[in-house]
């Protein structure tokens, strides 16, 4: 008789619907910023390529990357560009 062990790894997860996403980054009272939050997210030329719409009504987001777009838009949040 063998005997095989596994080790039970943990895989973050990819991609996170809409709603998922509001919930998992802390924005359930705050759905209004969120949606602008994402808008700027999938408008931004290094970031849009986390943001999908595979069928309407259900956007999904790469979490990873809209962390590290919430680090960047904190870390840069006083250097916006101003208009004359």
């Given at each position: ?22 919930i998992?980054?802390?924005?359930q ?56």
């Open positions: 008789m063998k005997i095989t062990v596994a080790k039970t790894i943990e895989v973050p997860q990819a991609w996170m619907a809409k709603d998922e996403a509001i998992y980054f802390g924005y009272k705050h759905k209004a910023l969120f949606q602008k939050l994402l808008r700027e997210f999938k408008e931004h030329e290094d970031y849009k390529d986390g943001y999908r719409l595979p069928t309407y009504g259900l956007p999904i987001v790469k979490v990873q990357l809209f962390d590290e777009f919430l680090k960047w838009r904190d870390q840069n949040k006083f250097k916006r560009k101003r208009q004359v």
